[in-house]
């Protein structure tokens, strides 16, 4: 069995959906701050036929600057509105439009403002029409733990809940140091990091890595799981 925790971002790159894929159980991570810098729980990156990068955006109402993920609500503005109306002008001819603006739309509709439910909603809503499965927990609800841990303890005593013999994570924290391999060896686990190797796949005219996955669906809507997979692969430690 394998797990992972993440922070539900918002229409994530292909990497992050083949992160799911790849593991049993996935945790939404939204029992952390929110923080101050910019990230991609609220904004992503999409390109027109040309390659010209735009960003799309949730506006976030924080009740402080230490507020946690799930403690935030998206203010429904025009920076909202702006972006869903973006996303649906700059696909408006691509292959797949009509099967994808209709999820796009679905998307937006959804009734509740709390950033983290919106997110994990729209992970949740892609990840079955492309047929990616997997257990789904969310950190707050399912693993809120009263003791006092650092990152990789909570990590580690999540993926003992859910008696995992792997923790799965993104290259990111392991390369700054952030944990290490030796932190999740408890009960013979293996640690093993996503070295993603981003598949390139037909646009119309230029191609982008990198992009949110809304890209991938309205250009290769057919076919979006596959190219998501060619990217996969993992480097697994496990004790000597």
Known sequence: MKTAVNQPTFFSWLGYFELINYVDNFVFLDNV????????????IIANEEGEKFNITLSIKKPNQLSYIKDC?????????????????????????????????????????NLAEFNINLIKKICNIIDINCQFYQSSKDFDFKDKLTNSEYYNKIADNLKSTSYCTFSTGYKSGLYKPEDFFSNNKKFIVQDYKHP???RSKIFIPYLSIIDLLFNNFENSKQIILEGSNWIKYERN
């Open 33 to 44: 701050p929110f923080g101050n810098k910019p990230k991609r729980i609220n904004r992503n």
């Open 73 to 113: 609500n998206i203010i429904v503005d025009k920076n909202t509105e702006k972006s869903k109306n973006l996303i649906l002008d700059i696909y408006k001819n691509s292959k797949f439009y009509n099967e994808v603006s209709s999820i796009v739309l679905d998307i937006y509709s959804f009734k509740s403002e």
């Open 200 to 202: 390139a796949y037909k």
